[in-house]
């Protein structure tokens, strides 16, 4: 028998109380194995820290949310929100299960067209497409999502040149009840804004308003807020059919649906609180069906969701660097992985489980990452089982927004495998080199030398 690590005695504060449903102890779980491929194994293989997807996951949350829509209502498209992971192996998953593409600028647009996706089924939002992007998507065909007058008139004089009318959509933002407002992108509703919009487009002759979009925010916890706005959509989509004469063929709600992460300053754990994506589909289902359009003219039902589909498949798996006591007696870890490759520690306490054994000590700590910089916190305070120098961690549900929005501060971007629905592991992005990160660097001539 291995003699047992001293750890030394520490007084504790008991709390009382404060539990969520399943008791104080949720986080004192080892977590092992992912998807059954032994957590120590991928350290092993691939390096700590590494990123771990599981495609079963992502294909299971994919048609549970598919389910929930099409059960309520006949006619559903989702599209893959390329900046909430745009790793070509996870757009492909989604896009091998019937999802199109939304992209938001022209480098997702080109990812998505080189992924295999057809121009008709390429989304393109977002505030920012350049003459050039607006070309190619009207060759191509794409939905072009309007965000503000200056590029309908753009696209109205780019329509004079172009061989194919533009099919267009106009963003519209809202009051849907959730304060604040997001009123920056698209069209306003209350006062006007949106009909001027559309009834430009109409009157131009020169676009083909084919449908109306939303996307009223992200995490959003309120279904009812998604019943608010898919009946002032309605409500346009009506008028436009009936004023204008211009039926619309869909109305494309967006994403923002949360994921089971427990926001910071959260009283409850994000899994007790977080609506279910069937209560989002109720809403916006039972609200478009109401409206009145006929049954053999309702719209189709567009949903670009992301977090909600990707969130939960995503792992990120780390080792422990080093601990010690801070000058007020508080014990802290340092992990290998920082703020730089997990953003949403920012917003989110990530749930974390040590991936061995442990001993019944536990402690209240704060998690460091290795950064030289002060913020580098990913949980301020967790109570956890001692964990040493060596010991390997698993961070949950960091699968959207983490391995888009990460950067190499400090340290580089770590690996990346996805574990396939037979249990093999796949390295789908590379952990970055030095070469890499120097390849667009250009050294002026006059500063290539120097003596010290
Ligand atoms: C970011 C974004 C989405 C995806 O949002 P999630 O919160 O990840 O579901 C969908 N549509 C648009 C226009 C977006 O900007």
């Given at each position: ?6 750890e ?33 194994d ?7 820290p590494?990123f771990?997807l ?16 099409k ?9 893959w929100s ?9 757009c492909?998953?989604?896009?091998q299960?019937g999802s ?8 997702e ?14 989304i393109?939002n ?14 191509n ?12 008139y753009?696209?109205i ?5 172009a061989?194919?009318?533009?099919r ?5 933002n809202m ?6 407002l ?9 006062n006007?804004?949106a ?12 676009l ?6 939303c996307?009223?925010?992200?995490y959003?916890?309120a ?15 009506w008028?436009a059919?009936n004023?204008?004469?211009?039926p ?33 589909a ?9 409206y009145g359009?006929k049954?053999d003219?309702l719209?189709?039902l567009?949903l670009?969701?992301?977090r909600a589909?990707?969130d939960d ?6 080792t422990?660097?080093?601990?010690k ?8 870890t ?20 040590p991936a061995?054994?442990?001993t019944?000590?536990?402690e ?13 916190v990913?949980r ?10 060596g010991?390997q961690?698993?961070?949950?549900k960091?699968g ?16 990346v ?7 093999e ?27 010290l």
């Amino acid at each position: 028998m291995s003699k047992l690590k001293y750890e030394s005695p520490v007084i504790k504060k008991m709390n009382a109380g404060l539990m969520n449903k399943f008791g104080t102890r949720t986080e004192y779980q080892p977590l092992k194995h992912i998807d059954g491929v032994a957590v120590k194994d991928m350290i092993a293989k691939y390096g700590s820290p590494l990123f771990v997807l599981s495609e079963r996951k992502m294909r299971n949350n994919y048609q549970a949310a598919l389910r929930a829509f099409k059960t309520r209502y006949p006619k559903v498209q989702f599209a893959w929100s390329y900046k909430t992971h745009y790793n070509n192996a996870v757009c492909n998953v989604y896009h091998q299960e019937g999802s199109w593409a939304e992209v938001v600028s022209g480098f997702e647009y080109q990812k998505a067209l080189k992924n295999g996706v057809p121009g008709n089924k390429i989304i393109f939002n977002g505030p920012d497409k350049s003459i050039d992007e607006l070309n190619e998507a009207i060759k191509n065909d794409s939905l072009i999502h309007i965000d503000h007058f200056d590029e309908l008139y753009t696209l109205i004089e780019l329509s004079e040149k172009a061989v194919k009318k533009p099919r267009v959509a106009i963003r519209v933002n809202m009051d849907t009840g959730i304060y604040p407002l997001w009123d920056r992108f698209g069209f306003n509703y209350e006062n006007g804004t949106a009909w001027n919009a559309i009834t430009k487009i109409v009157a131009s002759g020169k676009l083909n308003l084919v449908g109306l979009h939303c996307h009223i925010g992200t995490y959003m916890l309120a279904p009812w807020a998604y019943a608010t706005a898919a009946s002032k959509l309605c409500d346009l989509a009506w008028h436009a059919k009936n004023q204008l004469n211009n039926p619309v063929q869909y109305i494309d709600l967006g994403g923002g649906f949360p994921s089971a992460n427990t926001l910071k300053g959260a009283y409850l754990p994000g899994s007790d609180t977080v609506p279910h994506i069937e209560e989002f589909a109720e809403a916006i289902a039972s609200t478009i069906i109401a409206y009145g359009f006929k049954p053999d003219e309702l719209p189709l039902l567009i949903l670009e969701s992301g977090r909600a589909l990707i969130d939960d498949a995503g792992y990120l798996l780390g080792t422990i660097l080093a601990n010690k006591r801070l000058s007020d007696g508080r014990r802290a870890t340092i992990l290998d992985f920082g703020v730089n490759m997990l953003f949403t520690s920012f917003w989110y306490d990530h749930k974390i489980s040590p991936a061995q054994d442990f001993t019944h000590h536990s402690e209240d700590q704060v998690l460091y990452g290795p950064l030289c910089m002060n913020i580098d916190v990913i949980r301020e305070s967790v109570n956890l089982p001692l964990l040493n120098k060596g010991d390997q961690v698993v961070v949950h549900k960091v699968g959207a927004y983490n391995m888009t929005q990460w950067m190499q501060f400090i340290a580089m971007r770590p690996n990346v495998i996805m574990i396939d629905m037979k249990g093999e592991t796949h390295l789908i992005r590379q952990k970055e080199t030095l070469q890499y990160l120097e390849m667009p660097e250009e050294m002026p001539l006059h500063l290539k030398e120097f003596k010290l």
